[in-house]
């Protein structure tokens, strides 16, 4: 219930980089990309427009099998997009504030990069070409519930407006420990494609994939397996005839 909101996340944030008009500033769990501060003006410390993506809420409401917690259930997504007057430009040619050429940064223009934007992430979550968003989507049983909300403010002559989308999703479970992954699983290639794209740029990685690759490791019987799957003790899984019987002499 804990790797597989690891691996949607940064699916996800690699899914949407350079797809939408923030091109590469699509940021993993940002905290305070998109703030409230103390007075309930919103403000952000991002240099330019930006997607920012969280895991946020998660429930299993029904089906959890005794004791087990390898369950995701239904999870939230969030993706919240920003732009603020700090991040306009001027235009060479014209020396007009621009959101980006020929596009003026007006209120209206702020809104319609935060909707284009949103469009933009919805169509690189559904592109088959998309091999981040291929691993995202197998990470998902269903799309439960789709909602969309919006902000705005001024803080001292500064505008900040901001767009969120919340996908609630029934995601896949977690692996039971010790049980080995099939290649074609959704967690192992995951794995993989971390291995083959991130980690070379993002040094870190490697020591979060080996992390969580060492969560799951070992060699677990089926009995053990099952127990652990869902979260029995002895006199549960002998009730059942799933512990070994005694040989009689």
């Known amino acids: 219930m804990s790797l597989v909101r690891v691996a949607l996340r940064i699916a996800a944030v690699e899914a949407l980089k350079g797809r939408t008009l923030v091109d590469g500033n699509v940021l993993d769990s940002q905290i305070g990309a998109l703030d409230v501060a103390a007075n309930g003006l919103l403000h952000t410390p991002q240099e330019r427009p930006f997607v920012s993506v969280y895991t946020d809420d998660s429930k299993v409401t029904n089906g959890l099998e005794l004791r087990s917690f390898t369950k995701s259930g239904h999870v939230d997504i969030v993706f919240e997009a920003g732009i603020a007057t700090p991040h306009v430009v001027t235009d060479a040619d014209t020396d007009e504030s621009v959101i980006y050429e020929g596009v003026a940064a ?36 269903s799309f439960e519930q789709s909602q969309r909300s919006r902000a705005s403010g001024d803080t001292n002559g500064v505008r900040l407006a901001a767009h969120q989308l919340k996908l609630t999703v029934d995601a896949v ?16 290639l995951f794995f993989a494609k971390c291995e083959t794209d ?16 060492a969560q799951i490791a070992g060699d677990a019987n089926e009995l053990q397996a099952a127990m652990r799957r869902y979260g029995m003790v002895f006199g549960e899984a002998d009730a059942m005839l799933m512990t070994p019987a005694f040989e009689v002499r």
């Open 106 to 141: 007006t209120d209206a223009n702020f809104e319609f990069h935060l909707d284009l934007t949103m469009r933009q992430i919805a169509d690189a979550l559904a592109d088959p070409e998309n091999e981040w968003a291929a691993i995202f989507n197998s990470l998902i049983r």
């Open 198 to 213: 991130l980690v070379s740029r993002m040094p870190d990685m490697a020591r979060k994939v080996a992390l969580m690759r």
């Open 173 to 188: 479970a977690d692996p039971v420990r010790g049980v080995a992954l099939k290649d074609s699983s959704p967690l192992a």
